[in-house]
């Protein structure tokens, strides 16, 4: 029997929606490793590329920020 191996998901989550500007993330990957995979799995269509944002999240919470739902993961909001 040959068994088949798979590929593990990416721990990244985007919270809410992706806008065109702003990208809200939860991740437990290293933070360049998240910005790279942001920027090849929803590229801007623009020459600025996903960044990690210098403001703060609307809700007043630094950026980044420890996630209260799952231990290890860090919320970050991107922008291009």
């Not at 703060?56 to 996630?67: I, R, S």
Request: charge should be negative.
């Amino acid at each position: 029997m040959v068994t088949k191996k798979t590929k593990k998901p990416l721990p990244f989550y985007t919270l809410g929606h992706q806008g065109l500007v702003a990208w809200a993330i939860c991740t437990s990957l290293p933070l360049d490793e998240a910005i790279a995979h942001a920027n090849s799995i929803g590229p801007t269509g623009i020459s600025s590329r996903w960044a990690l944002s210098e403001d703060k999240f609307p809700d007043g919470k630094d950026n980044p920020h420890d996630c209260p739902d799952n231990p290890g993961h860090k919320h970050y909001l991107l922008e291009c």
